[in-house]
């Protein structure tokens, strides 16, 4: 279904590239594209398994119900053609002479594409001029270089695409395209794979002429390419322009993560302008230090970056610098420095009170006093939850695959510290608190645990940070041995209102963050 929210805020268009085996298939993929929200098709000629250049350009200009942009892709530019020059040139000729809106030819074929024209381009149709890079994205200077000589092909459209090594590569791509659009020069420039998804996002920020969106997830004319429906109604794509803040959860992995559907439709929903994006970040330092503009905002860190983004932050929480680890980083709109704090001790230790209270506790102090409360991890989330614990009353106990990194842990905050392997046998009374902070069961290991199904009839509770899947493995397991169990979908929700309010300066919408995180 079409959304878009109605308004639009920029004219960047949604291309959907459309690849299929026959003419007909292609024209019933035009009118989906059409219903789901697409601007514009991309044909894919070059994935037609068989393909009468006269009739079926025809047809398929005739019946399609927006703008088109023909594609006839060899193989040796990443597509399916594998055919002589003259034959491909003749049916894109052809696509012009019939009232195709664009047309697209590699730079690699534009000089012979030129001549074999010979001046004869009809005023209509727009000549896209590509360049397609499967390897690496290459510095400022070669993509300006590049552009230069697209534009020397005759291009009336810039178009090129990069490969992602890591995320920061996507910047130079930016420059590009606003060095450009100031020079009113039309560009499509996309980042490939994972890393580079906010180039396909944010380019109604930066000016971008249109951008790939797909009918159904995984079917990708390009690694890394979205959906239409992804764009329209998780990332906000209509409402996207030049004063848009961005905002992101940074880690590896990070596709995981329901945030951006949380803050986006809040961020919506409250008209504050602004997107959250999936950041996969390899390495944090170089990501702050090259994205340091004011319009990058706002930032989660999840897992392994929560203790890196304490040490570059300018200023820390106090309580934060307790834990050692951050999870939420605001840059500060009157200097620019990185202001980190912790909200995951709040919501973790509020969900597991709530849990505990649930099953029976009751009175002014908090259910965890006197507790025996084992964590498992000893990283970012585990610092914030022995913390927590700790603060409210809990005997805190470390469990980690690393003893030295569990015993640090447990001197700094008065534990004590175990192996993960000796969490099997450790059970010196029932009624523990279990606390996961670990990645162990999270998709796609979802068959992993931490801890033997045996030892948990030792607890009341067990909680796992882990919310994809919402019940893991270790959670199953302690709900057949009869504990009571708190998900990660808890911990999340009571994480993030603290963080909205401090990216948007607006009270979260709790109720709203209950609904989208209850069909999870």
């Not at 268009?13 to 690849?19: E, Q, T």
């Not at 927006?66 to 594609?71: E, G, I, V």
């Not at 180039?199 to 390419?225: D, H, M, N, W």
């Not at 503009?293 to 309580?319: N, Q, W, Y």
Request: aromatic share 8%; glycine share 10%.
């Amino acid at each position: 279904m079409a959304s878009g929210v109605g308004m639009r805020k920029n004219e960047t268009l949604i291309c959907a590239p459309l690849m299929a085996d026959t003419v007909d298939q292609v024209v019933n993929l035009m009118h989906k594209s059409k219903a789901t929200g697409a601007d514009i098709v991309e044909i894919r000629l070059d994935h037609l398994k068989s393909f009468d250049p006269h009739s079926d350009i025809q047809k398929l200009i005739k019946e399609c119900p927006l703008p088109t942009l023909f594609t006839y892709r060899p193989i040796w530019e990443g597509g399916q053609y594998d055919g002589d020059e003259n034959t491909r040139f003749n049916a894109l000729q052809l696509c012009m002479k019939l009232g195709a809106d664009h047309i697209d030819i590699e730079l690699k074929a534009a000089h012979e594409f030129n001549k074999f024209l010979n001046g004869g381009k009809p005023e209509k149709c727009k000549v896209i001029v590509s360049s397609h890079n499967y390897d690496s994205t290459p510095s400022s200077e070669e993509l300006g270089n590049l552009v230069a000589r697209i534009q020397a092909a005759g291009a009336d459209i810039v178009k090129f695409a990069t490969t992602a090594v890591d995320i920061t590569d996507v910047a130079r791509v930016f420059q590009i395209t606003v060095h450009c659009q100031s020079f009113q020069v039309p560009i499509i420039a996309m980042v490939m794979g994972e890393r580079g998804l906010m180039s396909r996002i944010l380019c109604p920020k930066f000016g971008g002429y249109l951008t790939f969106g797909t009918l159904e997830a995984g079917k990708v004319s390009a690694p890394g390419q979205p959906t239409i429906e992804q764009l329209l109604n998780l990332y906000n794509f209509r409402l996207i322009d030049s004063d848009t803040k961005v905002f992101g959860i940074i880690g590896k992995p990070v596709s995981h993560s329901k945030s951006p559907k949380l803050y986006n439709r809040a961020f919506r929903e409250d008209g504050f302008n602004g997107v959250f994006l999936h950041l996969l970040v390899d390495d944090l330092p170089k990501f702050f230090d090259t994205y340091s503009s004011p319009d990058f905002s706002g930032f989660s860190c999840t897992i392994p970056h929560k203790e890196v983004a304490l040490s570059r932050c300018d200023e820390v929480d106090p309580v934060a610098k307790s834990i050692g680890a951050v999870n939420c980083v605001i840059r500060r709109p009157n200097d620019g420095k990185l202001f980190g704090c912790n909200t995951d001790y709040i919501g973790a230790i509020s969900a597991i009170e709530d849990g505990l209270r649930e099953n029976g506790a009751s009175g002014p102090v908090s259910p965890l006093a006197g507790k025996l409360f084992v964590v498992i991890g000893a990283g970012g989330a585990g610092k914030a939850l022995a913390y927590g614990a700790k603060e409210k009353g809990a005997r805190v106990v470390i469990a980690n695959r690393t003893y030295e990194r569990a015993k640090e842990l447990a001197e700094i905050i008065g534990g004590q510290a175990l192996s993960l392997a000796d969490l099997e046998s450790f059970h010196p009374e029932s009624g523990m608190i279990l606390a996961n902070t670990t990645a162990i069961g999270m998709q796609p290991k979802i068959e992993e645990t931490p801890v033997p199904k045996e030892a948990l009839k030792h607890y009341e509770l067990v909680f796992d940070a882990v919310y994809t899947p919402k019940i893991t493995r270790l959670l199953g397991e302690a709900q057949e041995v009869g504990a009571k169990i708190v998900t990660g979908v808890e911990m999340f929700i009571g994480q993030a209102y603290e963080q909205y309010e401090r990216f948007t300066g607006l009270p979260a919408p709790k109720q709203l963050f209950k609904e989208i995180m209850g069909d999870h």
